[in-house]
């Protein structure tokens, strides 16, 4: 079944260390997202990308980087710059044209 | 952007049916109306959207105003395993802008 995974489900890292997050796609979608939520909160968007190569800024894309080499990779980047990065992750993809979103069962991230 | 505003939370009986309103008063012509819920520690999950027509799938059904200025998500019998939250969201036509999600209506469904 097609789909788009995110892993690992939860990750512990100590304070100052940088951590990947990874997000896979087999849906074929040329866009990718990824977003930030916090307790009680709505989704808040970090970076997003339209097409290989290609990625654009959310609204608070600082301490955080990306890279989008494949169309069905969108590995998500917690710098040692971000500074409260315990939050719950984020991807989704999309067709580029008012499409409904796919999105992926979430990271849980803490840091310590 | 433009934003939607949606009650912050509601509540409904099982097997009753449920009208979730969302208002978008500065939506513009090529704005789409998507509906999406997220249930507790998952990734949201897409409901339903639609441009100007009433639209129905076999989740719900969306009804969009006249003028296009509110819109309402129709669960037409509310189960346990509707409650969650559901967030309302404009997305352009144009294929550069990503979804901005707000805080959404958080539905509990009592037994």
């Known amino acids: 079944d097609g789909g788009i995974t995110q892993s690992p489900k939860y990750l512990f890292r100590k304070e100052g260390q940088n951590v990947t997050l990874s997000c896979e796609q087999n849906?074929?979608?040329?866009?990718m997202y990824w977003y930030r939520q916090d307790p009680g909160q709505g989704l808040r968007l970090i970076y997003y990308?339209?097409?290989?190569?290609?990625?654009q800024k959310g609204d608070i894309a600082e301490g955080y980087s990306v890279s989008r080499e494949k169309k069905e990779s969108f590995p998500l980047t917690v710098t040692s710059a971000q500074k409260n990065p315990t939050a719950f992750y984020l991807c989704?993809?999309?067709?580029?044209?008012?499409?409904?979103?796919?999105f992926g069962s979430g990271t849980r991230l803490t840091v310590v | 952007d433009a934003k939607t505003t949606q009650p912050n939370s509601m509540e409904s009986n099982e097997e009753e049916p449920v009208h979730l309103p969302c208002n978008h008063s500065?939506?513009?012509?090529?704005?789409?109306i998507h509906w999406y819920r997220q249930l507790p520690s998952q990734g949201p999950e897409y409901v339903i959207h639609g441009l100007t027509s009433n639209v129905n799938n076999r989740m719900a059904s969306l009804a969009i105003a006249e003028d296009r200025k509110s819109s309402t998500l129709i669960l037409h019998r509310a189960t346990l395993r509707d409650a969650a939250v559901y967030y309302c969201i404009l997305r352009p036509s144009d294929s550069g802008y990503a979804l901005n999600f707000g805080k959404g209506t958080s539905l509990l469904v009592t037994p």
């Open positions: 990308s339209q097409i290989v190569n290609d990625f």
């Open positions: 989704a993809s999309s067709i580029k044209k008012a499409g409904g979103y796919t």
């Open positions: 500065t939506i513009s012509g090529t704005d789409y």
């Open positions: 849906l074929n979608h040329d866009a």
